[in-house]
């Protein structure tokens, strides 16, 4: 590795730090229960974890194996949801964030556990890039679908407008989840009444889970440069 490469991973490594410090301080107390979402920014955020002193007494749920091998890495208690009485704070990332703190989730095939996660914690928060938070959300949501209704599913997507594309790996086969199912990344024909639409799309038979995700989390870490990060709070008056 060059020296440059070095200085940049340790200027990217302190930027991470920075911004797992003051989630640490905000959010997390000894003996908690830790969900965890997937992406290459929780992941640096996850790895923070293990210079925790007390982090021997905290329990964490993760929703994708890319997060579970590195929690193992570092030695984080993981345990079963279904075992757990209660999720303290879920720390996920985003695809998409728009001007209403709606977004697009699923980029990494982990739409249903984070919905699930999200929807059993009593707080969640989200970290993302800058150039993921938008005026509008305009990019393809992801469509979990049990492989049996592939065909039914893409007819009703597109009988509602949408534009659904079957999620390839590079080697031409299908991207399959950890829970055995297909994504359509499906472009929408407008992305208003985000609600409804999530709705809408969830009642299609055979659709497990849909990567828009309504509900705000208690707080967002924007990352606006190097080494420094805006933190936003939707307002719920």
Known sequence: MSSSQKNNRSIQDYKYMKLSQDFFKRYVVEGCTIGL?????????????GLLEYKDSLEFIVTSLQIRIVSESIGLKIVDQNKSDKIDIVLDGADQVDSDYNMIKGGGGALLKEKILISSSQKFVIVAQATKFVDK????????????????VMKELKQIGGLPKMRMLDKGYPFITENGNIIYDTLLPKYDNLKETERDIKNIPGVIEVGLFTNHADSYYKITGENDFELLVPNRG
């Open 37 to 49: 979402g997937s992406g290459s920014t929780v992941e640096k955020i996850v790895r923070n974890f």
């Open 137 to 152: 959300l305009n990019i393809a949501v992801p469509v979990e679908v049990t492989p049996f209704a592939r065909n039914f």
